[in-house]
């Protein structure tokens, strides 16, 4: 397209899809955009680029008459600006389909993908080849903090992305990583995910095995080994790999992992680890980071960063000053001794990698989750028993009523009830609470300093993050107001 085109995105406020709009304002586009609700960070974000959101969704931000329409795969038939779009035959595309066409024909593609860890490794691969020069331009689902941002157009070769197996629009049900054309990929799992577009576990490797028979023999694929004596977990992964025509090598604690990890050390405030090459002895890390699951992440992101001839001392000395994502492991405030931790919970796997981190970072510590769930899988019944598993990892456990449940048959639809149930049977003691005003005003006076308390939720979860710290820092006035009282008494 010619720049200083306009292009209105509807649903701007997802993560790709605010990161497309900023990089079409930075390509001389004028860029407006709608969503039904804007939250941090996206929404803040946004404001930084000076890019107009309107709300809600309404036919009237179409006009002035735009000249392409990016539609939202979060955008079905009934939104009032797609059937407005659709009535004046107004040219519109996908996101992925834009983004192909403008940012990615080319350029050198690294696609990370896989059920978790897609958005921080990402990012860990984006710094890499940042320190090391070499200029890449990126595209991450999330805030990477080393950045500031969710994009990059740099004047490199590389274009390096979270690729996603969510489908791409109302008119295109097929994942959105087919549209990228990688030359090399990073896949760190495959597992049930999605449950709203994926039947079974099938359906999902069905995506992946294409995104695998799309890599061209000169590229690569970096694959996750899983852990020692744990082979069952790679199954579905290792079918994928059957369908590669490219080098693959893999990463891990397995017996065949090129890429070993071993002698981890989890400390107050860094994680250090050792990876062995092909056998041997190839370098110590270390980073701020807390989890086992990062260090596979970081693994991952060094073995493509190698392929691409950086040095593992150019890795060594990006991963020691790499930050991490919004919404991951984020401490949002420390009150009193208490800190909150706003983590993008969306699947069981996620949640039990989480609540381990927090486990080792914080050990000793009461531990609190407080579950919204909001995603598509977590509001099914589908994996509910490993969801129970997962969150009986914590000490108190607070769950909120499902998101939009009423959009879901009540036989498919989370048992709060026998969730609750299965958490206590588990041996951690598990709470029903309606929503985030209800929780902050019941938990609240229960916390003690030393206490974690992990968000878990994909959403704004009701402004939960600013209420609960304010709420505690209330009870910490109201209490220092009457010790003053007492002492004036006496």
Not at 3 to 12: M, P, R, S, Y
Not at 128 to 154: K, R, V
Not at 426 to 446: C, F, K, T, W, Y
Request: charged letters at 25%.
């Amino acid at each position: 397209m010619t720049e200083n085109k306009h292009i209105h995105l509807i649903g701007i406020c997802g993560t790709a899809m605010a990161s497309l709009a900023g990089m079409l304002k930075q390509r001389g586009f004028r860029v407006s955009g709608s969503d039904a609700a804007a939250y941090p960070p996206m929404s803040d974000f946004l404001a930084e680029l000076g890019i107009p959101v309107a709300q809600p969704f309404d036919a009237m931000n179409l006009e002035p008459r735009p000249d392409m329409v990016v539609v939202g795969n979060a955008i079905s038939r009934g939104n009032l600006e797609l059937e407005q779009v659709l009535d004046q035959r107004i040219p519109f595309c996908s996101l992925p389909q834009l983004l192909h066409e403008e940012f990615l024909r080319g350029k050198e593609v690294l696609v990370v993908a896989g059920t978790h860890g897609k958005t921080t490794t990402t990012s860990m691969l984006a710094w890499m080849f940042h320190t090391a020069g070499m200029q890449p331009s990126f595209l991450i689902g999330g805030i990477a903090e080393n950045f500031g941002s969710s994009f990059h157009l740099g004047q490199g070769k590389h274009f390096i992305l979270e690729g996603d197996e969510y489908d791409t629009a109302f008119f295109d049900k097929g994942p959105k990583f087919l549209h990228y054309f990688p030359d090399s990929v990073i896949l760190t799992s495959v597992e049930f995910d999605h449950a709203d577009i994926y039947k079974d576990l099938d359906a999902v490797e069905i995506a992946f095995k294409r995104l695998v028979n799309l890599v061209p023999r000169r590229g690569r694929i970096i694959a996750f080994d899983g852990r020692a004596g744990e082979a069952a977990e790679s199954a579905s992964l290792e079918r994928c790999l059957g369908k590669a025509f490219c080098p693959v090598e893999r990463y891990g604690a397995g017996s065949r992992a090129d890429w070993r990890i071993t002698n981890f050390n989890f400390e107050p405030g860094r994680t250090l680890w050792s990876v062995f090459r092909g056998g041997r002895a190839w370098a110590d890390l270390e980073f701020p980071l807390a989890g086992e699951y990062n260090v596979w992440n970081a693994t991952a992101a060094a073995a493509m960063a190698a392929a691409y001839g950086i040095s593992k001392e150019e890795i060594t000395a990006a991963l020691k000053t790499f930050k991490s994502v919004k919404r991951r492991l984020e401490v949002k405030a420390q009150v009193n001794g208490i800190t909150i931790i706003d983590d993008f919970a969306h699947h069981p796997t996620a949640i039990a990698g989480t609540l381990k981190a927090l486990r080792a970072r914080y050990a000793g510590a009461r531990l609190w989750a407080i579950l919204e769930p909001r995603s598509n899988t977590l509001r099914r019944r589908v994996l509910q028993a490993d969801l129970a598993r997962s969150l009986a990892l914590a000490d108190e456990v607070i769950v909120t009523e499902v998101f939009r449940s009423d959009a879901l048959p009540v036989n498919e639809r989370l048992d709060l009830p026998e969730l609750a149930a299965d958490i206590q049977k588990h041996g951690s003691r598990a709470r029903l609470i309606g929503n985030a005003d209800e929780i902050v005003q019941s938990i609240a006076p229960e916390m003690r300093s030393g206490d974690v308390v992990a968000i878990l939720s994909n959403g704004g979860f009701g402004g939960i993050y600013e209420k609960l710290p304010a709420r505690l820092r209330a009870l910490a006035g109201e209490g220092a107001s009457v010790i003053s009282a007492n002492a004036a008494g006496k």
